[in-house]
């Protein structure tokens, strides 16, 4: 079992930035990557980026590409969403999401973030 823990939600002007973090805990040996979804009112939860537990690969959703920087520190089990330019249609509650044997299988809580346009 992989536990996951998100923090740094919040309420931003539409231009503003927001750094979102994610620890792991429990069997994180197992992981073979980290990702971020993100789901808004209505709409279905959709992936946003993802990082190998390496570090040596990203990928990311065209809608933020150049804005968005998906990161891990494996020293502190933490990975990062380092979010800049945000735009009112990037309002979601964001999740982390570990990928053990080929399944997102643990998640997070989720972490609100509002921008406001």
């Known amino acids: 079992q992989v536990q996951l823990v998100e923090s740094g939600g919040g309420l931003v002007q539409a231009g503003g930035s927001l750094r979102l973090s994610c620890e792991a805990s429990?069997?994180?040996?197992?992981?073979?990557?980290l990702g971020w979804f993100r789901q808004a009112p209505g709409k279905e939860r959709e992936f946003v980026a993802a990082?190998?537990?390496?570090?040596?690969?990203?990928n990311y959703v065209d809608s933020v590409k150049g804005r968005f920087t998906i990161s891990r520190d494996n020293v502190k089990n933490t990975m990062y969403l380092q979010m800049n330019s945000l735009k009112p249609e990037d309002t979601a509650v964001y999740y982390c999401?570990?990928?053990?044997?080929?399944?997102?299988?643990?998640w997070g809580q989720g972490t609100q973030v509002t921008v406001s346009s």
């Open positions: 990082i190998s537990w390496s570090g040596g690969w990203t």
């Open positions: 429990g069997r994180t040996y197992s992981i073979y990557q």
């Open positions: 999401a570990a990928q053990t044997d080929n399944t997102w299988g643990s």
